[in-house]
């Protein structure tokens, strides 16, 4: 049953070289031979965070573009100009975070970056895996930091960890060193001079704020900046923030951001229940990600998961992370 609860995360392909995004932060033109111009960054006033303009998405875009297939090229265009999250891969956690910061800084914005890696990560699903063990993801952590440096970031920690203990998804025999690994990794990474970090705390279908505020209390989110709401997920805009509000009452008033990244038409209501977060049909781009929301609780809307890469190998879809072209232009189109 967890499936159909669970936030539907899923472990992302590492996009970038050291080189490549050493080209993205000196103007994104790498090998792009494309007559499109590079993606340019939002305004910051409104979206202060970093487009990556070697992004798959944008990638895909050109390619398309070159083909001759305009109408398929301006559809993924529409998710390659927003910024999206970077989700660490650990194997070169530290090379990747300096990258993604620096890039990020020279343009003038902040990176945003997903930390999926805690240990017996989600369940043995789609995106199974994770640190070998607590030593190893200390050891991820320390390195992510060091990445980072005092350079602006934004962290979004953990999708699913939190939920995944409530729900018994993860055996209650890991829970104690999960509390302490999500504790410690957020008193790492606030220790830097201008990191932001939001600790993950499920979505608006899985179940009861009474149910996940003392788990988020006992992972340290006293020491965080909030909690996000939504990861991966399709739970509308609205709902996403009913179910934030309610948490952050029972957490100490902690502000939250919701992924807005594919919540355009709401949730899936067809198929098997235990799969709908995964690849679900008819889905389209929810709001453009801002810091403009008009509620001081709801930070930001962020596209947290990045549209267009695939939740599993679940209703023809490719390996969870991997670029489904398909899928991208369908949710790029369901909301002309």
Same mark, same amino acid.
């Given at each position: ?6 936030? =539907? ?8 070289? +050291? ?35 070697? /992004? ?14 305009d ?12 910024? /999206? ?20 800084? #020279? ?15 989600d ?17 991820f ?7 980072? $440096?005092d ?16 729900d ?40 009861k ?13 006293d ?5 996000? +709401?939504?990861? /991966? ?14 948490? /952050? ?8 951001v919701?992924?807005?990244?594919r919540?355009?038409? =709401?949730p ?23 810091t403009?929301? $008009? ?6 809307y ?16 490719? #390996?969870? $992370? ?6 991208a232009?369908?949710?790029? #189109?369901? =909301?002309?």
């Open positions: 049953m967890y499936r159909k609860l669970r936030a =539907g995360a899923v472990v992302v392909g590492a996009t970038l070289l +050291v080189t490549a995004v050493s080209s993205c932060s000196s103007g994104g033109k790498g090998n792009d031979n494309s007559a499109e111009p590079p993606v340019k960054q939002q305004p910051k006033s409104a979206d202060p965070f970093w487009v990556n303009p070697e /992004s798959k998405a944008a990638k895909a875009a050109s390619a398309l573009k070159k083909d001759g297939k109408d398929e090229a301006a559809a993924v265009r529409k998710i390659a100009e927003q910024p /999206s999250g970077e989700w660490i891969i650990p194997e070169n956690a530290e090379e990747q975070a300096r990258g993604y910061t620096e890039a990020a800084k #020279k343009a003038d914005r902040d990176a945003l970056l997903v930390v999926y890696n805690i240990p017996h990560r369940c043995g699903n789609y995106s199974k895996g994770g640190a070998a063990d607590g030593n190893a993801y200390r050891a952590i320390d390195q992510l930091a060091a990445g980072i $440096g350079r602006p970031a934004t962290v979004i920690l953990e999708p699913d960890a939190v939920q995944h203990m409530v018994n998804c993860t055996p209650e025999q890991f829970h104690e060193e999960r509390y302490d690994l999500l504790k410690g990794a957020i008193g790492k990474l606030k220790s830097l001079k201008n990191t932001t970090v939001y600790l993950d705390a499920g979505n608006a279908g899985w179940g704020p009474d149910q996940i505020f003392q788990p988020l209390q006992w992972s340290g989110i020491q965080a900046d909030g909690f996000s +709401v939504n990861v /991966s997920n399709f739970y509308s805009t609205e709902e996403s923030v009913k179910y934030g509000k309610e948490l /952050s009452a029972k957490v100490g008033n902690k502000p939250f919701v992924d807005t990244s919540n355009g038409n =709401g899936y209501t067809g198929g098997n229940p235990d799969e709908r977060w995964c690849n679900p049909p008819g889905r389209a781009l929810g709001e453009s990600p801002t403009k929301t $008009g509620d001081p609780l709801v930070k930001a962020l596209w947290v998961k990045r549209p267009g890469e695939s939740d599993g190998t679940c209703k023809g879809g490719p #390996k969870a $992370g991997e670029w489904w072209g398909e899928y232009v369908k949710l790029a #189109k369901a =909301g002309d």
